[in-house]
Each structure stands twice: as C-alpha cells, then as structure tokens.
C-alpha cells in the first residue's frame, strides 16, 4: 500500500501524552485520544507492526528491546474496538537468522494476545512475516525496484506502526521510519544492508508509510539496541507523519534530525518534514522548552546512554585483549562502511557481555577482529584472526589460523555460529537450553511456511527469477 508521502499538506502533529507505567486499560485510553485528536479513523484490515529485534531469556538479556507487551495489547485493544475495523492484524521479522515467533514468545506478545481477545470486538491476530506468503510490489527506489512484502501488509486498508524508542549502534536511533527494516524477510532485508542502509531504509518508506504511529517512549532503551539499558521518560508519542514522529523523538535523545542519517537521506530525497521547526506539538507537551525539559530525564550522556557505540572503547572498558582493526571497505578510500559487518560485531559483543558478563572478557582469548580493508599490517602474536566480511584484508602474521567469514554483510548471528566457541567464553549458540528452544522454533516455522504456501512461493520465485537467468 504505496503513499506518496510528500503530497500532505500542512504542518504534522505529534500528540504526546503522559504515562509512567505499562498499564494496559490507561494506554488504551490514551491511544484512543490520540486516534480522535489527530483525525485516524481506521477502517477495513489493519496492519500493525511492532519492533521485536530481539527478545529472549528477559532476565539475562533484558526487557527493552522491544514494544512492550501491554503497549502492543492496548494498541491491538483500541483498534479493533474501532466499529468499522474489519480485523486486525500484527507482524514483524525479527533480527536476522532468528525465528520471529520465538521473540514473540519471550516477549510476551502470545500471552498478551489471548489476554485481550475476549475484549476485542473485532478478530485480532498475529503473524510472522517470515513465514507468510508475500506479494510483489513495485517499489522504485535507490536500492530496491521492487520487494515481497507480507500479505497482510501490502492487502491491509490501513497501517498502524509501533516503534520503541531506542538508541541505535549505527542508525543513532529507532523510530518509525526505521521500523520499516522489520517488513522485509532476510531474503530481501540482507541485501545492501551495508553503506546504502540508509537508502534502502528510505526506500521502504515507499510502501511502508503508516497511517498512524503510537512510540513506546514510556521506558527508553539507551546503548545497543538491541540490548538497550532502560531509562524512564514516561511518554507516549502519537502522530501521522513517521519523520514528524521520529524528529521529536531524536530531540528527546539530544539529537537533530541531521545527526539521524536515515532522516537526514529522507528529508534529502523529498519526504518532509523538513525541519523539526515545522512539527507541531499538541497534549501534555506543547512546547519545545518543555520536551527539552522531559529530555532531562534521560541524563546522562555517560558511558551507559553510549553503550556499545564503538567496539574499542568497549574492550577496553571491559580490560579485554581482544582486538579490533576497521579499515574503509575498499583500499584507496577512507570511508568506514558503519551500518554492515561491523553493526553486525557491536550485536554480537554485547550478546556476549549480557551472556558472560563484563568480566569474562578480561579473561577471553586475545583474538584479533578485521573489517575491511585494513592497510596496516597485523602481528597476531600467535592468536586467532578473525576476518569478517567480504571486503575484509590485512596482511596479517604469525597468526594461529585466520577464520574468514564471506558474506556481505556478516550478521551476529554469523559469528554466534561462527566463532563465538572461538573467544575464550561461553556461547549461547552452545547452550543446550537455547538450542533446543531455536530447533523447536524453527521446525515450527518451517511448518507453517509449509502449510501457508510460503516454501512454494519462494521456490517458484527462484525458478522464475534466479534459475532462468542462470539458464
């Protein structure tokens, strides 16, 4: 369902309410106010998309990388009890190699559902984007022509998104406009996810503009996002414009929207805003001087609030011998690709920290990280090397053995399987408990990508598109 975003006349509304606590009957309530105050009347199916990156075993890795469930509960609530709203229905992908609908499990969005159906009055559901068919869209952007988006999506009447407000380790930020990540399968997700990201993010704002947004900003995630440190900011962020949206809830992180590189690539390819100055504020909140105000409550900008921004200065944090070498992506260029493998190894590392704790890694193997094409030569000293990416090189001596992982670009989940025995910790890939609990999910998931026609689609899609070529 492709809008033309930069048609809308008039300056955006963002409508900000107050509320400290995840209760599910006031969020309700408010996203009812929202929905009537900003002039959303949701009508026919309605798409909703939450952010689920990654959720599993909350007590070990935590509770805020994701929309939290009674926030999606209350979001699910007030649409369906809307009287010309046909059905509802939620999808997401979560991070790459990992099954959505074991992040849904973890986070409590299965249970949530079977809380709130006796209270909807119109049927609510839930969906994996991974394992539903998909339709063929024209998308005509810099990076993607076309993509196969779910179904559920590109047939629904209305979208709905629900963001959480996050730090990012590359993107600065999570917002609505970056949630657009999540509608693609990792067929389609993984491709130019690396120094184009921000094209290709502002490439599906094409067909994944929502209707209308409720930002999970009631607890902020600061540091990685997908294992984020929690900070209380008590909002609720509602609006019909994703930039709009998205620019106040950068100001609240203390960051212009030209500071936020995927705003910044959408504002420069026409979508508007184009200055925060153009928003306006409505509700709790109606002033600059007082956002900044709340803002306060995230301080301070320490070491916590840029947890895990750079890999270095975490090692060394952390007293550890490992070591990290980042070279731009070609040699005779200086430009570091910031949003492909190395997002990938930031995702990985921290993964390791809640896993082991900070003090395993003074105690790891002192092995040796290349990204890129690094120019200096490396004297491994007997240690391992581990070169991730494509366009990784060094000259490297006296190595152990060197380990390269080929992909562009190189995911967490990559090196989990990859090497994460390899460093001198534990790893949750060879825990027996995660293990099992990844089998099941994916047996499940191939299950149902079975009955729903998925494995077909996909298979036909390769006959027509990829075997015929090569023929």
């Not at 414009?241 to 609240?252: I, K």
């Not at 990290?324 to 690709?337: E, T």
Request: aromatic residues 10%; contains cysteine.
């Amino acid at each position: 369902m492709k809008k033309d975003a930069m048609t809308y006349p008039g300056k955006p509304e963002v409508y900000i309410k107050l509320c400290d606590t995840y209760d599910r009957r006031r969020l309700t309530e408010i996203i009812g106010q929202g929905m009537e105050t900003l002039g959303y009347v949701p009508k026919g199916n309605i798409y909703v998309k939450p952010n689920v990156v990654f959720a599993y075993n909350t007590k070990t890795f935590g509770t805020h990388a994701f929309t939290q469930p009674e926030f999606v509960g209350a979001s699910l609530l007030a649409l369906s009890n809307c009287k010309d709203v046909k059905r509802v229905d939620m999808g997401e992908n979560s991070a790459m190699g990992f099954p959505t609908r074991l992040c849904y499990k973890h986070a409590g969005y299965y249970d949530q559902l079977n809380e709130i159906r006796n209270e909807a009055l119109h049927p609510v559901g839930m969906f994996c984007i991974d394992e539903e068919p998909r339709d063929k869209i024209f998308v005509g952007g810099t990076v993607h022509d076309t993509l196969r988006l779910p179904k559920k999506m590109t047939r629904a009447d209305s979208m709905v998104y629900l963001p959480k407000l996050k730090s990012h380790c590359v993107s600065q930020m999570t917002g609505a406009v970056k949630l657009n990540i999540g509608i693609c399968s990792d067929d389609e997700r993984s491709i130019r996810h690396d120094f184009l990201l921000n094209e290709k993010i502002v490439d599906l704002l094409n067909p994944g503009y929502p209707d209308f947004i409720v930002m999970d900003a009631i607890d902020v995630g600061v540091g990685n996002e997908a294992f984020p440190s929690p900070r209380k900011l008590g909002l609720v962020i509602m609006g019909t414009n994703p930039l709009a949206v998205d620019m106040v809830g950068a100001r609240l992180l203390g960051l212009s929207y030209d500071e936020v590189p995927y705003l910044k690539a959408a504002v420069a390819r026409g979508f508007t805003p184009t200055s925060i100055d153009d928003v306006i504020l409505s509700g709790d909140i109606t002033s600059w001087e007082d956002l900044d105000a709340r803002a306060a409550m995230l301080f301070p900008y320490d070491e916590e609030f840029y947890r895990w921004q750079d890999v270095s200065t975490e090692l060394e944090r952390m007293n550890s011998p490992m070591r990290f070498m980042w070279g731009p992506c070609r040699s005779g260029h200086h430009n570091h690709c910031k949003t492909g493998c190395v997002m990938g190894l930031k995702m990985f590392l921290s993964a390791m920290e809640k896993f082991n704790g900070s003090d395993a890694f003074a105690t790891a193997k002192p092995v040796v990280f290349v990204i890129g094409n690094y120019e200096t030569p490396i004297d491994a000293n007997g240690h391992e090397v581990f070169m991730l990416g494509s366009c990784s090189q060094a000259t490297v001596t006296h190595a152990k053995k060197i380990t390269r992982i080929d992909k562009c670009f190189t995911t967490a989940s990559d090196m989990n399987l990859s090497i994460g025995h390899k460093i001198g910790m534990k790893c949750v890939t060879r825990d027996a408990g995660f293990m099992s609990d990844l089998i099941t999910a994916i047996v499940q998931a191939s299950f149902r990508k079975l009955m729903s026609g998925r494995y077909f689609q996909d298979i036909w899609h390769f006959i027509n598109h990829g075997l015929l070529k090569r023929i």
